[in-house]
């Protein structure tokens, strides 16, 4: 039962993986089709009850902070179709894409806060920058520090929630 609970988080992260390469390097369209089915293939097979909402919050929080930081000059697309003037949806379907991966294969990352902190303002940023050399999308020189605060908050953010969610994990990890 183990290998079989081990392999289901390694598809996981792998989907993510595959859709993300999918929506950086396939652009608006691809991103529709290929992470909607990823989502919905996410939903039905390996999401929990109510997952939904918490996949469609993280959304709508990407929509913000990286809308925000399109507002603020961090981001130049170029000529590609934005979303509500702010985003191309390849880079706002990143969002929930990530998102699946919060209840499964990072759950063990919530545990620990600052690691977490840590992966986040190193994956984060890291992410930006190979996603906006595939798509040809050229970032403003102050972005990718912004974005490791901002990761590393999120990160962070994502270790309370998932604390408040599993009070008797979270306090046998941090006592062990």
């Known amino acids: 039962m183990a ?24 652009g608006s369209w691809v991103a529709a089709v290929a992470g909607s ?8 097979r390996c999401g929990f ?6 996949i469609a919050g993280f959304a709508l929080i990407g ?4 809308g ?21 949806l390849w880079l706002w379907m990143l969002w929930p894409l990530f998102a699946t991966l ?3 294969s990072l759950a063990w990352l919530w545990r620990y806060p600052l690691i977490a902190a840590l992966c986040g303002a190193v994956s984060g940023p890291l992410s930006y920058y190979g996603g906006a050399l595939l798509a040809g999308v050229s970032l403003a020189p102050w972005l990718l520090p912004v974005q490791a605060l901002i990761w590393a908050a999120l990160c ?3 270790s309370r929630y998932y604390a ?13």
């Open 3 to 26: 290998t079989r609970k081990w392999q289901a988080l390694v598809l996981n992260a792998l989907r993510f993986e595959a859709g993300w390469l999918l929506c950086v390097l396939g």
């Open 37 to 44: 089915g990823l989502l919905a293939w996410h939903l039905w």
């Open 49 to 54: 009850a109510g997952e939904w909402r918490f």
């Open 63 to 66: 929509l913000a902070i990286d």
């Open 68 to 88: 925000s930081l399109q507002l603020l000059g961090g981001f130049d697309f170029n000529d590609q179709t934005l979303v509500l003037g702010l985003l191309p």
């Open 102 to 104: 919060v209840h499964h």
């Open 156 to 158: 962070v953010g994502i």
């Open 164 to 176: 408040r969610l599993n009070p008797v994990k979270s306090a046998m990890t941090q006592s062990g």
